[in-house]
Each structure stands twice: as structure tokens, then as C-alpha cells.
């Protein structure tokens, strides 16, 4: 069996090869728990949970690292603002732990609803600081860190290829600089550690041997990462906005830390949008998945209407697209509550479903190889197959539940009935035309009507 996935680093799919034989270390980059995660932010967890679960199918054991940054993330990349979580804090009137907790425990539940697997691992970035001291002193002893009034930063111009991860022109960017660099040596250095303004203000401040302060944002991700997964690990994941910035200077701190680069495989998902735009949580992040159920969705067709794109190309939401994503989902579950288990498995199909899922997570694929076997008048094995696809889809696709019914059609069946009833079954048979129409059939048993979707 071969695993392909596409690398960022190298843009090119890839032959998956672990360090290890039959584990796979992931790192996965987490949420900032100053606000809810939108549905943009949950779509990079699926695809997470995807990359996880395919490679648990072809037989990995994985160890996933998830961090949850409740420090030191501000409100621009470039190191400038305020931090995220003290500025929610502080308009809340929370303690920043408090806040953190809030929002992490609400991203949880959204991973139950949207059957997203939990890490093994849940880093929180403020209890490794003295890790994070220890990691620059490091770099400090290596020659890559210079301070100035607000901070540490790390001088990107002593690792040579920088800007290879997000094909950035760094030499251009650096002879074409017309933004002020206050006192940083090079326009793509960044913080490994600010120092508090003043003392007492900031909620989560420490003290380090350089002056009381917090960490940088991309430092935890390096040290976190490497701790629970060694100074080689097999991959990180993270949403496309990670490359530019995040990434790139995780990958330069993790090559000076230690001496070579530490990840094999960086895979990145595509965003979310909405007329054209990247669902943001800084204007507003559209919807949480909570808002969706509230509006009447189930949660799974999220999950499903995600598998209609590439996890590579960009998706674009609206509620009408998820309403034809809960329409597809629901009709594939009830068409299947209504096949028999044979007892075996359909091995043809299945193999289509691996090829697609193998090529770099080919899930559009995978659900049409799903769609022509259920299509499939003379296929046999439809439901073995389909429960170990469901491993991979994380659909429920056999757990039986009762068939949602639009609420025109359940009154077409109460009238039906009162027809039935009153013996009237010229009225009776007009009926089952309508709902016939309307997609639905209904069936006759001595405990009253069954309704199917046709
Ligand atoms: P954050 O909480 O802002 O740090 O983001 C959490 C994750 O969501 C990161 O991996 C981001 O890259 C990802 N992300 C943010 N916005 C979107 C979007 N519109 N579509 C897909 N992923 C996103
Ligand atoms: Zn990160």
C-alpha cells in the first residue's frame, strides 16, 4: 500500500514514508481560545481528522499533538498589537484562563459533533514556558537570537533558505523594504519573546533571564512539537494561512534549534469561503457549527459537505450549499437503512475507495466510488464495504435513525391516514402521488404508515 501526500516544502506529492515503521507522529496546529472556531477553522480540523484517519486505515498508529495557544498570539503575525487572548480578557472582564477554557471547551464539543477524533495530546502554550526558555537559550548559545527594546527576535537571514516553504523572494522583500523596521535587522524576523511593557498590566507574564514577559507566538509549536515528537517528526498540518509567516519561521527555529529540519511533511488545507472571501474570526468568522444546528442543520452534513472539495482547493459556503450537502447526506443514509447485509464485503469497490483515499486524500473521489456502489444494481457486499469507508468518511452512515421528513410531507401522510381511515381511498391513493412526488413513498403496515424516501 502507498500513501501520497502533497508537501508544501517540496510542492510535490509525495510517497508517504514514516520515521518509524507503522507510527505516524502529526503535529497539528491549533486554535488561539479567544473566541469560537468557525465553521472556516473547522474545516482545517477535518481534514486533520482525514489525514489521520486514512492513515490509521492503511494500518499507522498515530500520535497527534493538537496545541491550543492561550498566549503570546497578537493580533497581527508581524508582531505587533495586543495578544488576542488578554485583549478578550480584558473586554470580557475574564481572567485569561477562564476565557481560554471557555472557548477550548466549546471547540471540543464541535469536535464530537463534527466526529473529529481527539488528539492524543492537548498542548496548552502557557504551561511550557520554561520549556520555551529553555528552547531560545538555545538558539541564543547558536547565534540566532538579537534583542531589542520590546523583545528576543530571531535573525532569519542566518538560515538560508528562509523562504522556501512560501516561495517568498526574501532578498527582494529585503532590498525592496519600504516599511519602517524599527529594530529589527531584517523584515522577516519575528519575536521569540516580548518583554511586558510594564510590570503587573498583562494577566500571563514570566519571568525569563532576559525581563518579565511572554512568549512568541510560533515559538510553542517548535517546542511543543518537538517535545512530544522528537527533533524528526513525519508531519505538520495547519490551514494555508500558516505558510507564509507561522510556518516559515517555525521550520527556521526548528532547523537552528536542531541542526537539520525536523518535519518530513508540512500539509496544508485550503480555506473556507464565502463570496470569494476567507471566513476570518477577526471579521466575524460567518458561522460556528452550533449556529448551523441552531438554523436546523445536522452537524455531519458539514462534515459531508466538505468531502465535496479537495482538501487543496478552496470551498465555497453558503446555505444553500449545505442544505444540498444535508439533502445528499441524508438521502445516502436512508438508502442505505433500507440494503441487507450480505455478510461480505465488496472488494472492488473498496479497492476504488483506497485509490482515491491514498491519493492524497482524494475524498470527492472516494465519495463517488461510495455513490456508483450503492447505484450498483448487481453489486453485492455494499454494506461491508461501506463500514469500513465509514472508518475513513466518519459519516455514521449506518447508524439508523429515524428518516427526517420535510414537514409537508409528514402532513401528507396524516392526511393520508385520516383518509385511509374514514375509508376514502380515491383521497388516499391521490395522496401517495403527491408524496411520491415529492420523493417520498409510503408503505402500509398494521402499526401505521412507513415513510421511505423513494
Ligand atoms: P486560529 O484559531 O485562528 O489560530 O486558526 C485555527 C486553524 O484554522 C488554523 O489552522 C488556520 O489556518 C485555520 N483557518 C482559519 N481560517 C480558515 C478558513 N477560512 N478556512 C480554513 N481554515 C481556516
Ligand atoms: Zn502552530
Known sequence: MVIKLYNTLSRKKEVFKPIKKGQVGIYTCGPTVYSYQHIGNLRSYIFADILKKVLEYGGYRVKQIINVTDVGHLTSDADAGEDKIEKAAEKEGKKTKDIARYYWKIFKDDFVK??????????????????????????????????TSDGLYFDTSKIKDYGKMANLDVEGLRAGKRVDLKEKKNITDFALWKFSEKAGIRQQEWDSPWGLGFPGWHLECSVMSIKHLGERFDIHTGGLDHVPVHHSNERAQNIAYAGHSVVNYWIHGAFLVFKGEKISKSKGGLYTVSELEDKGFNSLSFRYLCFNVHYRSPLNFSLKALKGAEDGYERLKNILADIEDDGSVNKEYLSKFEKCI???????????VLWNMIRDKKASGKIGAVKEMDKVFGLDLLKKEKVKVPEVVEKLVKKREEARKSGDWNKADQLREEIKEMGYAVEDSPSGSKIKPN
Open 114 to 147: 463534527l466526529n473529529i477524533s481527539e488528539p492524543s495530546v492537548w498542548t496548552w502554550a502557557s504551561k511550557y514556558i520554561q520549556d520555551q526558555i529553555d528552547f531560545i537559550k538555545v538558539l541564543d548559545k547558536k547565534g540566532f537570537v538579537y534583542k
Open 358 to 368: 491514498f491519493d492524497d486524500l482524494d475524498m470527492p473521489g472516494a465519495l463517488s
